[in-house]
């Protein structure tokens, strides 16, 4: 369950969570199950015609907990999650820009029509993961799995 401290630090927007984040580095922070789609948060959009339902810029999420979490139809760009947890996360119709999940665990998440571009994804676990329609700079993820696991 996520931390209340954590979650403040989070709805008062990416520079308010950074400072969490450096004070507490080397500490994995529990956010399992956040909506990073709640209208409450910073990152939530207001414009019903846009095909996202927000958008986070430069928010660093090593080493955190976020199975679970909701990351639907969201944008990220400029965002790290090394070593992150998001197994059983919903990031579906979700594009990560200029990211990192370099060793996250994503195994049993949803990542259909997630779009991943320049983001480093590697040593990632995607064990479980339903990656339908989901690309890597343009390339089916699936494709791009396979070929590291035949290198």
């Given at each position: 369950m996520a931390e209340r401290k954590s979650l403040d630090a989070l709805a008062a927007g990416s520079v308010a969570w950074n400072v969490l984040r450096f004070e507490r580095r080397g500490e994995q922070i529990d956010l399992s199950g956040v909506d990073l789609?709640?209208?409450a948060l910073p990152f939530a959009k207001s414009d019903p015609d846009d095909p996202f339902d927000g958008y986070i810029d430069r928010i660093d999420l090593d080493n955190t907990n976020l199975a679970g979490a909701i990351f639907e139809d969201v944008s990220i760009t400029n965002s790290s999650f090394v070593r992150?947890?998001?197994?059983?996360a919903i990031?579906?119709?979700?594009?990560?820009s200029r990211s990192n999940f370099r060793?996250?665990?994503?195994?049993?998440?949803?990542?259909?029509?997630?779009?991943?571009?320049?983001?480093?994804?590697?040593g990632a676990r995607f064990d479980g993961?339903?990656?339908d329609g989901a690309?890597?700079?343009g390339e089916l993820l699936s494709v791009v799995l396979n070929r590291r696991k035949s290198s």
């Open positions: 789609t709640d209208p992150s947890r998001l197994d059983g990031l579906k119709g979700a594009r990560f060793e996250a665990d994503l195994r049993w998440a949803d990542l259909r029509h997630a779009q991943f571009d320049q983001t480093d994804i590697a993961a339903l990656m690309t890597v700079d």
